[in-house]
T-cell receptor
Framework: GENVEQHPSTLSVQEGDSAVIKCTYS??????FPWYKQELGKRPQLIID?????GEKKDQRIAVTLNKTAKHFSLHITETQPEDSAVYFC?????????????FGTGTQLKVEL | DTAVSQTPKYLVTQMGNDKSIKCEQN?????MYWYKQDSKKFLKIMFS???????INETVPNRFSPKSPDKAHLNLHINSLELGDSAVYFC???????????FGEGSWLTVV
C-alpha cells in the first residue's frame, strides 16, 4: 500500500517568512495530492491540491509542487501570518475506480511567531 | 446548512459498551468515508462507501461496523468498546477519485 512521509514534524517561522513542508510517497499509482490544514479542535480543511498531470499550482500565498519522478511534493507558504499556525497534512491517493483512498502524512505543526 | 454533519460531537462511555456515530452529507456526493485520528494526530482511513456499497475496508477490528442506508448517510457502530478506541472519528464525503474530500467536524470518543 501507499506510504507517505512528511517533514518536518514541527516548524517555527517568524511572521512574514516562508514555510516549506515536504512529503514523499511510495506508490507510483498515486495521482492526487491534497494538503489539509487542521486547527486545534477543528476538522481538516483542504487548502490546495494537485493532480499528477500538473507540476505546480498556486493559490495566493500557497503553492504546491509535484515531482512525480522523485515521488516528492511540497507545500510552500509565503508571507506567513499568525493565522497560518496549525497542523498541515499532506496526502496521496491512487485512482481506485470509486472514491479516494487518501493516505496521510504524519502532519507538520507550523507555528508562526510575531 | 453544514455540508458534512456528524453526531454526537463528544461521547464518553465505559469499556464494553456499544455506541454509534451518525453522519450525513448534503453535498450530493456518491462516496463517504470514516477516518480515525489518534492521540498523535495521525489520520487513517477506516472505511469508504460508494453509493451504499463498501469499497474500502482497512484492517479495522470487526467490532467496527459501518452502515450506509443511502448515499447521504454513513453511520459507524462500535461494539465492545476498548480503551484503545479513544480517538477522534471523522466522517467525510467526496466525489470520484481525484476529487476533494470534505470532513465533518469530528466525534471525540473517550472510553473509560
Amino acid at each position: 500500500g501507499e506510504n507517505v512521509e512528511q517533514h518536518p514534524s514541527t516548524l517555527s517561522v517568524q511572521e512574514g517568512d516562508s514555510a516549506v513542508i515536504k512529503c514523499t510517497y511510495s506508490d507510483s499509482a498515486s495521482n492526487y495530492f491534497p494538503w489539509y490544514k487542521q486547527e486545534l479542535g477543528k476538522r481538516p480543511q483542504l487548502i490546495i491540491d494537485i493532480r499528477s498531470n500538473v507540476g505546480e499550482k498556486k493559490d495566493q500565498r500557497i503553492a504546491v509542487t509535484l515531482n512525480k519522478t522523485a515521488k516528492h511534493f511540497s507545500l510552500h507558504i509565503t508571507e506567513t501570518q499568525p493565522e497560518d499556525s496549525a497542523v498541515y497534512f499532506c496526502a496521496a491517493s491512487p485512482y481506485t475506480g470509486g472514491g479516494n483512498k487518501l493516505t496521510f502524512g504524519t502532519g507538520t505543526q507550523l507555528k508562526v511567531e510575531l | 446548512d453544514t455540508a458534512v454533519s456528524q453526531t454526537p460531537k463528544y461521547l464518553v462511555t465505559q469499556m464494553g459498551n456499544d455506541k454509534s456515530i451518525k453522519c450525513e452529507q448534503n453535498l450530493g456526493h456518491d462516496t463517504m468515508y470514516w477516518y480515525k485520528q489518534d492521540s498523535k494526530k495521525f489520520l487513517k482511513i477506516m472505511f469508504s462507501y460508494n453509493n451504499k456499497e463498501l469499497i474500502i475496508n482497512e484492517t479495522v477490528p470487526n467490532r467496527f461496523s459501518p452502515k450506509s442506508p443511502d448515499k447521504a448517510h454513513l453511520n459507524l457502530h462500535i461494539n465492545s468498546l476498548e480503551l484503545g478506541d479513544s480517538a477522534v472519528y471523522f466522517c467525510a464525503s467526496g466525489g470520484h477519485s481525484g476529487n476533494t474530500i470534505y470532513f465533518g467536524e469530528g466525534s471525540w470518543l473517550t472510553v473509560v
